[in-house]
């Protein structure tokens, strides 16, 4: 099917809850995707913070292969002994003691609501239940998560949603004191806002808030689906931070492209789960826990943060110079190799002017150019990407 063809079936036959760009990807190579034709992307996207070892890397693709050849799916009735892996490499190298899987970020998100809400009301009762969450949030789709993502837009038209959630702003402390009250059951924070301009959390807020969870027997669940395993130049964006989580939730870069997310807690949390309590189909099936256990060992041991964080330093110091520059650009954030360009113009048309320049580039709160790319992308393809970047700032001043 050419590209055009695929279009015209797809609008008359897919949901239109996607903006597509009329692009389609058949294969990719390291930081690379090709379309049919060979027409070659630098992907500075990866499947929104996905494919953190590139395409076609071949120990993921090795172990996927391999896997689908032995078994692709058994129950959770047993046991699965690469989810007892990548659980095993999960506690090894964060603050978790135990791991639940499940498919996807929002999928993770919901497990960790309802097992701080099943530990609360083990330990307080049921009056405790309540879920503070940040202004600018994002943690997913699925009804529990939209209750807690600050979005009117996307909640428009789904409600009444889950209660028993609410919002401060973001980085605001003394808001976040003043919200708790004893029907106080978690916290829920992304220490870099995605979804919300890739704003990080501040040393203060987040030391902060784990303190007043401490110290009133709330749990503090970081979202760190987008931030999580390398991304920020650290395993996890909480060690930028000097805390830990009670509550973890990952997916995205955890398979290397395979769907599967995961809940880290501690112990004495996770012990709020006995048989029964949550569960899933496919969660942690023989085929995710394969693609998961070579995609995170491969990032272990080659640290792949490290270079994230030597990367990001190298993007940032671009990204900074163009600021200088340009007048449209007002600001750099984020950690490692999750950075965004502030701009006082939409990002819309820049994104799809660098398309046009066989560039990958993606565009969050409308004025946020959000760079993510796969964590091994060399300074070489950071360099063409500031060109290209200054080639599309240069035709519009
Ligand atoms: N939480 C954060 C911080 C995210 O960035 C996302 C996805 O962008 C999600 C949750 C939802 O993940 P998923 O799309 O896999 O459901």
């Known amino acids: 099917m050419d590209l055009d063809k695929m279009i ?76 007892v892996k990548l659980a095993q490499l999960l506690v090894e190298n964060s603050f978790g003691d135990k791991v639940f899987f499940c498919n996807s970020g929002a999928e993770a998100n919901e ?17 405790r239940h309540e879920i503070i969450a940040m202004k600018g949030s994002f943690h997913g789709r699925t009804m529990g998560t939209l209750a807690v993502t600050d979005s009117a837009k996307y909640q428009e038209g789904y409600g009444p949603l889950p209660g028993g959630m609410k919002f401060v702003p ?19 924070i992304e220490p870099i806002q995605g979804e919300g301009g890739v704003t990080p959390a501040t040393k203060e807020f987040l030391q902060g808030a784990k303190a007043l969870c401490d110290e009133q027997g709330i749990l503090l669940i970081l979202d760190e689906i987008q931030t999580g395993v390398g ?3 650290k395993r996890f964006a909480y060690e930028h931070y000097g805390i830990e989580p009670h509550i973890m939730t990952l997916a995205k870069a955890l398979g290397g492209g395979f769907p599967i997310g995961a809940v880290v807690a501690t112990e004495d949390v996770a012990a709020a789960w006995q048989p029964g309590d949550h ?48 007048e449209i650009v007002k600001a750099v954030r984020g950690l490692g190799l999750m950075l965004g360009l502030v701009l006082e113009v939409p990002g819309a048309p820049i994104v799809e002017k660098a398309y046009q320049k066989g560039l990958v580039i993606n565009c969050t709160a409308q004025k946020v150019l959000r760079f993510v790319p796969p964590l091994i992308i060399s300074e070489e393809e950071i360099d063409t990407l500031l060109t ?6 240069k035709d519009m001043e």
């Open 8 to 83: 015209q079936v797809g609008e008359q036959v897919l949901m239109k809850n996607y903006g597509r760009a009329p692009l389609s990807f058949d294969s990719g190579q390291g930081c690379t995707l090709y379309t049919k034709k060979g027409e070659a992307y630098l992907d500075f996207v990866a499947g929104i913070a996905v494919n953190s070892l590139g395409y076609n890397h071949p120990r993921v693709i090795k172990a996927i292969q391999e896997q689908a050849a032995k078994v692709i799916h058994v129950s959770n009735l047993f046991w699965i002994e690469d989810q």
């Open 170 to 188: 973001y980085n605001d402390l003394e808001a976040l004191e003043k919200a708790i009250t004893p029907a106080t059951c978690a916290i829920m």
């Open 111 to 127: 497990g960790a609501m309802k097992l701080a809400r099943k530990y609360a009301y083990k330990k307080y009762g049921a009056e």
């Open 388 to 393: 290209g970047l200054e080639e599309i700032f």
């Open 279 to 326: 569960g899933t189909t496919f969660g942690g099936n023989p085929l995710a826990c394969a693609a998961g256990v070579a995609s995170l060992e491969t990032i272990l041991q080659e640290k792949l943060w490290e270079h994230s964080e030597k990367m990001g330093a190298y993007l940032k110091e671009g990204l900074r110079a163009l600021a200088v520059k340009y």
């Open 231 to 233: 991304r920020t130049g």
